[in-house]
């Protein structure tokens, strides 16, 4: 049994210019203890595709028009309000992009970090706090004990995301789900919390969703990658084979648009245009105006995901010539 | 680029579209210069706001109300023949009867009459009172927050003084040591206490607006004061300050009818709201005729609104943060 | 902390000045007390210049008024032209206007804020344009019309309630008057809330909240009010000025024989120790509400610090 199966996800955003369709038949599924990377451009579907797992999304001007979200056996779509709610938090929890926006600016970090306790558990106020001094202990911060009583803003970055991080870890739940966890932070301090996070997953055999744009990122923890471009799933594979061998024009453009160390002086390829409007995707595959291997089939038919071997998955009608090409 | 790798789409399309318009406002037309698309190219500020007020039911209801106000007390006489001041005791709290559908106040007044003739004196030192208020102030509030300094300090310490006297208290001093008192006199007590509000309204947003980069380009290219203030600020100053005035012209004839209320506002033969409903609430001569309380309380409620709802709308459509 | 306060204290000192000088520039210079104490007679001229000589009205302005100053801190207000003594007529009306201030403040916060949440919470939706629409007929209709209004209806129409508060003014009297005084500020309470729960119910730090599982009341009442708090609280302090100017009409309506009704007796019969006295007292307390809301703000907001 998945720990976590999203099946044929929808989601519609209903604004003043018309209807966005940022997620389009998403499919993911996560087991306990790995990792699965979601890649993806901003307003590619990503962070939609997350908070609809977790459940918070703004409804209006959201909506989740389809699809099934199994957890543990259950489709949280269909389950009454309040059960959802005990989920989130103490099953499923999620680590926010930004701590300093993320976390209450008028409560202190003990606080937040006690109602975990307090709300999920009915600990009592000394008992919630003594565990969130433990918790504050687990993620390395310095001086728990007197820091429990500080308010956020008076935390570096990397603490607060490793506040951010504790308060996600309070119940230990069995899927964390983490939207670009390092994007806010200093590039020193990037790596100490990645580590920390994958430290404490295999501690914990948690299952892992990893949101970021981050390739470097998610190279090193891993196990396999979802990209998604305009709110599809465009290709899936585990990641070594991915980077050694992408299956889609658009996860080899990310890869060339890397730069790197050995290959100085030459012109860094990016990916041409723009990704698309939401409201009025291309006919077609929504990346022919972008993809160098366009040819007509791509501005007529939308391709199916199709299966490359066991683990892998790519949506380009031409993922063999991806293969023959190399 | 020494980070990490990164996908860069997005922010660079970004970042393209941000140096574009930053040129172009570096271009100097400011908000009313063309753009790229035909539809942009009339946005500006006033035009925006002129967009939302048109659509917008409240701005509507309240210019109507407004309009039909401002032409009964240029033109009383459109919709009353008769004289506010001719009275027979006789016909004292007489209740409504044809041709006088309000009925007869403790004077024998016809309500109908006075509440129409009301209308002049409220208008009147509605607008009066606010284009005072509004010119003292952003002329005081501008060259302070333009020049700074001296000036500046004064004038905030002044505005503090001012703010810590309610203008009903004010009023009831001020104007109790005053003899005899015209339309004119309350006029001059609003705007005599009233001015801090707008000058510190207008300080604020001329200092926001000096500091404004096109503003600081301009002076780098040697525009002098005069060029500085007439082409750059006043433009940026005026909207907050249009804003405040049109809420205030609101408060304004409320004001005068609280201060008429409390006897030391307008007096007879001037025909207040506010003096009109002191008279029936005098020893509650309402609990009788309550039509002599209620008709001129709608009348002045009724035209408050109508002020405070096109300052509430005129707010909203001028106030991008808002949207 | 303490060095915020003692300088905010000295910063009070010329606002102060300002403000009585030119309240006490209005009763003195603008009007004549002596005059004014005998109505339409006029006075003996030696009489006169006994009592002006009595009340240093003889003396130049500032000179007047630096005295009057001395004899306020010392704690003798003067004596009202009638010879009762300032601080009698204080000692029985702020108690009645103190408590009736609290009854309308009390009304504006509670019923203020759940206004306000409500419509915050649901934005643009029917019940939000409604009670957006009440709060400008609210704040348009000027207090003693409210207050006359209501006095007719519930007092004389209905008989629902006595209408004239009687000397000792319980409770139970003052729910009335304080309604009155208290709805211009309970609309603006509204719409503060409204606005500052409708720009954080989107913030990022609610969404973490919903995230932890949390219920939607405590989610509501302890990350989004507690923030959405703080421009109301702002509001409130300068509030203190709109509920003594509302406190001279309604106590005028309402027969509440307290620091309005006072100051405007002081005022239509010109007596002009209690109006500079009054007066004076109510600047302090204004000073003083203010600096109160300015600390409370550090404990509402903990970025703030006070330097």
């Known amino acids: ?294 040819r007509a089939v791509c501005r007529k038919d939308e391709p199916p995901l199709y299966e490359v071997s066991a683990l892998r998955a790519s949506a380009c009608h031409f993922w063999e010539e991806m293969f023959d090409a190399r | 680029m020494t980070g990490p790798p990164a996908i860069e789409g997005p922010d660079e399309t970004e970042t393209l579209a941000g140096v574009e318009s930053q040129a172009e406002r570096a271009g100097g037309k400011g908000p009313s210069s063309p753009g790229r698309e035909p539809r942009e190219r009339a946005r500006s500020l006033w035009s925006d706001a002129w967009h939302d007020l048109r659509r917008n039911p409240v701005f509507l209801i309240a210019g109507l109300l407004i309009a039909f106000l401002v032409l009964i007390s240029v033109w009383p006489g459109l919709i009353a023949s008769r004289d506010p001041l001719s009275c027979r005791l006789g016909r004292s709290l007489d209740a409504s009867s044809a041709g006088h559908w309000f009925g007869f106040d403790t004077q024998g007044c016809d309500v109908y009459t006075r509440v129409v003739y009301g209308a002049r004196t409220s208008v009147t030192v509605g607008v009066c009172a606010t284009l005072g208020v509004a010119v003292l102030g952003s002329v005081l509030g501008g060259l302070a927050g333009f020049f700074g300094g001296v000036w500046d300090a004064v004038l905030s310490r002044l505005t503090d003084i001012f703010f810590g006297i309610p203008m009903i208290l004010g009023g009831l001093v001020f104007l109790s040591m005053t003899g005899s008192r015209s339309v004119w006199t309350v006029v001059a007590f609003i705007v005599l206490l009233g001015w801090p509000q707008v000058a510190r309204i207008a300080r604020g947003s001329v200092i926001t607006a000096k500091q404004n980069d096109y503003v600081l380009a301009a002076r780098a290219l040697g525009a002098g004061n005069a060029r500085m203030m007439t082409r750059h600020i006043l433009p940026n100053a005026v909207a907050p300050v249009i804003v405040t005035a049109t809420i205030a012209l609101g408060t304004y004839i409320s004001l005068e009818a609280t201060l008429s209320f409390l006897g030391v506002g307008l007096q007879p033969p001037t025909v207040s709201w506010g003096a009109d409903i002191s008279a029936a609430s005098q020893g509650m001569q309402f609990r009788n005729a309550p039509h002599i309380l209620l008709y001129p309380a709608a009348a002045l409620s009724l035209t408050v609104l109508a002020f405070i709802m096109l300052g509430d709308a005129v707010r909203d459509a001028l106030d991008p943060k808002l949207r | 902390m303490g060095r915020y306060v003692v300088r905010r204290l000295l910063q009070m000192v010329p606002v102060f000045i300002g403000t009585t000088f030119l309240i006490f520039v209005m009763v003195y210079a603008v009007g004549d007390p002596v005059n004014a104490m005998f109505g339409d007679r006029a006075p003996d001229p030696a009489t006169a210049a006994q009592l002006r000589a009595e009340f240093n009205l003889d003396k130049p302005l500032w000179q007047q008024y630096g005295l009057y100053m001395g004899k306020i801190f010392s704690g003798d207000f003067g004596n009202a032209f009638n010879g009762q003594p300032v601080t009698e007529l204080m000692a029985t009306a702020f108690p009645l206007t103190i408590r009736l201030a609290l009854v309308a403040v009390v009304i504006e916060i509670v019923i203020g804020l759940v206004l306000g949440v409500l419509t915050g919470l649901r934005r643009g939706r029917p019940i939000d344009s409604g009670v957006l629409m009440l709060t400008l007929v609210v704040i348009s209709v000027p207090t003693f019309v409210t207050g006359t209004v209501f006095q007719y209806l519930l007092g004389v129409r209905w008989g629902l309630i006595a209408p004239a508060v009687s000397p000792a003014a319980p409770l139970g009297q003052l729910l009335l008057p304080g309604l009155v005084l208290a709805l211009v500020s309970l609309a603006y309470v509204t719409r503060l809330t409204r606005t500052s729960i409708a720009e954080n119910s989107r913030a990022d730090y609610v969404r973490t909240a919903v995230a932890k599982g949390l219920p939607r009341r405590r989610v509501t009442v302890r990350h989004l009010l507690r923030n959405s708090l703080i421009p109301v609280v702002t509001f409130l302090g300068t509030d203190v000025g709109t509920l003594m100017a509302g406190a001279l009409v309604t106590e005028r309506i309402f027969n509440i024989h307290g620091v309005g009704f006072q100051l405007w007796q002081g005022i239509v019969r010109q007596n002009s120790p209690t109006v500079v006295g009054f007066v004076t007292v109510l600047v302090i307390v204004f000073l003083l509400a203010n600096l109160l809301v300015d600390l409370l703000y550090a404990v509402l907001d903990p970025r703030i610090r006070y330097v």
Do not use: W
């Not at chain 1, 604004?15 to 979601?38: C, I, K, M, S, Y």
């Not at chain 1, 558990?121 to 390395?140: D, I, Y």
């Not at chain 1, 951010?164 to 739940?173: G, H, V």
């Open chain 1, 1 to 294: 049994m998945s720990l976590l199966q999203v099946r044929d996800l929808h989601v519609e955003f209903h604004t003043r210019d018309g209807v966005a369709q940022a997620v389009n038949g998403v499919d993911l599924g996560v087991e306990a203890g790995e990792t699965l990377a979601v890649l993806g451009e901003s307003g590619s579907g990503k962070s939609v595709t997350a908070q609809a797992i977790m459940g918070i999304l703004d409804m209006p001007p959201g909506r989740i028009t389809g699809g099934e979200i199994v957890f543990q056996d259950r489709d949280l779509l269909t389950l009454p309000r309040q059960e959802r709610r005990q989920i989130r938090g103490a099953k499923m929890a999620m680590i926010f992009q930004d701590a300093l926006s993320a976390l209450n600016p008028v409560l202190t970090v003990g606080y937040q970090l006690a109602e975990m306790f307090r709300v999920h558990q009915g600990a009592s106020r000394k008992e919630a706090r003594a565990k969130a001094v433990e918790l504050m202990e687990r993620v390395r911060i310095p001086a728990a004990r007197q820091r429990v009583g500080d308010y956020p803003h008076q935390f570096s970055g990397g603490m607060r995301q490793r506040i951010m991080i504790a308060m996600a870890l309070a119940l230990e739940p069995d899927l964390i789900i983490a939207d670009e966890p390092t994007t806010a932070l200093d590039v020193t301090v990037q790596a100490q919390v990645m580590d920390l996070l994958a430290d404490l997953q295999r501690e914990f055999n948690m299952g892992l969703i990893l949101i970021t744009h981050d390739l470097g990122v998610v190279a090193d923890v891993a196990d396999k990658i979802a990209v998604m471009y305009a709110g599809r799933i465009v290709e899936t594979a585990p990641v070594k084979e991915l980077y050694k061998a992408p299956a889609h024009p658009y996860t080899k453009g990310l890869l060339d648009s890397i730069p790197r160390l050995d290959q100085k002086g030459g012109q860094l390829n990016v990916i041409r245009g723009m990704p698309p409007n939401l409201q009025q995707t291309p006919p077609g595959c929504a990346y022919n105006p972008r993809c160098p291997m366009a």
